[in-house]
């Protein structure tokens, strides 16, 4: 039986100094790093306070989703070690520059955006889609000839 060799898998794991994001609680949406895994089902997490917010505390692997940074730290790491390590690899900036942060961006305009506000942008893509239609249409008409 021949198998096709498959593409290398690219699995986010829990491991200390993996960089998560809060996904349920009043936390949602802060970054935190996994400091030691307690059991197979919590994890022990560190902001850093000063950075995101979030000081060291226990957390279930649900209300957690991984990032793909990692950070290169101990086990059960101090607080200050943690916070020199962010500043050091700038993991706020790699987040930022990150489709997840910038579609997290986007969600989070689009949700404070006002009714008019909202009104204004579906006449935007109104406009938007008659030039497009408008365009394509006579490059059909110049493709037929």
């Known amino acids: 039986v021949f198998f096709p060799p498959m593409a290398p898998v690219t699995r986010k794991l829990v491991q200390i100094g993996r960089v998560a994001m809060v996904n349920y609680g009043p936390e949602t949406g802060k970054l935190v790093t996994i400091i030691n895994v307690i059991d197979g089902t919590r994890v022990l997490v560190d902001g850093p ?3 995101t917010g979030i000081s060291r505390q226990s957390f279930p692997i649900k209300r957690l989703s991984l990032t793909s940074i990692v950070i290169n730290i101990t086990r059960d790491a101090s607080t200050t070690q943690l916070e020199k390590r ?9 987040w ?4 997840w942060a910038k579609k997290q961006e986007i969600r989070a ?3 404070g955006l006002s009714d008019f506000d909202r ?4 006449i935007a893509r109104q406009q938007k889609s008659k030039l497009i239609n408008k365009q394509f249409k006579t490059l059909k008409k110049a493709a037929k000839i």
């Open 49 to 51: 306070r000063s950075i």
């Open 86 to 94: 962010w500043k050091e690899q700038d993991i706020m900036t790699k």
């Open 96 to 99: 930022k520059a990150s489709g």
């Open 109 to 111: 305009k689009r949700a």
């Open 119 to 122: 009104f204004k942008l579906s």
